[in-house]
């Protein structure tokens, strides 16, 4: 069993290039996030999803652009990558049903992505 | 929208003494509470989590956390710290619907012998 898988595990990418992060859960959730985790201030959710085709902003959404085309993807798209960007970036997992059936958040190991 | 706080941004125990952090959240209804630990260079693994119903929660490793609903926290405790527990732990809140799931910044826990 997998669980969430994120891919690449590390990456260095040069000021104004741009990427994408790639996270995949084979649980079968509808929620999914990601996160960014910097020293000091924990982790700080960019965009999450409530089901394929729905996504929302999180606390800090600017730079960042998501998709939700299946239930077990949720590609994270960084244009114009900026040194501000340098961060562990954390995608997760979960169950919700109305209030009636749920789960904690399961992380993947996390994408190390330095821009210089 | 929910947010949490955790007040100590460091805490040093001793090996063997007893251990609570402090978490406290801001939410308009009975919330999930989550506690999260995470040792250096290492994912993140729960440790325990509150839906609803007996407000003392027992998790693994030896932890455990009440909610306090006059209090709005959740704080998280041990009664003999051990040297493994070194690591940094993260609160989180989630709601019933929507369930958008923010963290605190985190406690990082030292042990000493």
């Known amino acids: 069993n997998a669980g969430v898988t994120q891919t690449p595990k590390f990456r260095i990418l040069k000021i104004g290039q741009s990427m994408t992060l790639q996270c995949t859960q084979d649980?079968?959730?509808?929620?999914m996030y990601w996160y960014r985790q910097d020293p000091g201030m924990g982790l700080k959710l960019i965009y999450y999803?409530?089901?394929?085709?729905?996504?929302d902003k999180g606390e800090v959404p600017n730079g960042y652009n998501v998709s939700r085309s299946t239930t077990e993807d949720f590609p994270l798209r960084l244009e114009l990558a900026a040194p501000s960007q340098t961060s562990v970036y954390l995608c997760?997992?979960?169950?919700?049903?109305?209030?009636?059936?749920?789960?904690?958040?399961?992380f993947g190991q996390g994408t190390r992505l330095t821009v210089v | 929208a929910q947010s949490v706080t955790q007040p100590d941004i460091h805490i040093t125990v001793s090996e063997g003494a007893s251990l609570e952090l402090r978490c406290n959240y801001s939410?308009?209804?009975?919330?999930?509470l989550f506690w999260y630990v995470q040792s250096p260079g290492q994912g993140l693994q729960l440790l325990l989590k509150?839906?609803?119903?007996?407000?003392l929660v027992q998790g693994i490793k030896g932890f455990e956390a009440e909610f306090k609903r006059s209090q709005s926290s959740f704080n998280l405790r041990k009664p003999s710290v051990h040297w493994s527990d070194a690591a940094e732990y993260f609160c989180?809140?989630?709601?019933?619907?929507?369930?958008?799931?923010?963290f605190g910044a985190g406690t990082i826990l030292r042990v000493k012998s």
């Open positions: 997760a997992s979960s169950y919700a049903a109305g209030g009636e059936g749920y789960t904690e958040a399961f």
């Open positions: 649980m079968n959730h509808n929620y």
């Open positions: 999803s409530v089901g394929a085709g729905i996504t």
């Open positions: 939410y308009g209804a009975t919330p999930y």
């Open positions: 509150y839906f609803s119903g007996d407000t």
């Open positions: 989180a809140v989630g709601a019933p619907y929507g369930n958008k799931l923010v």
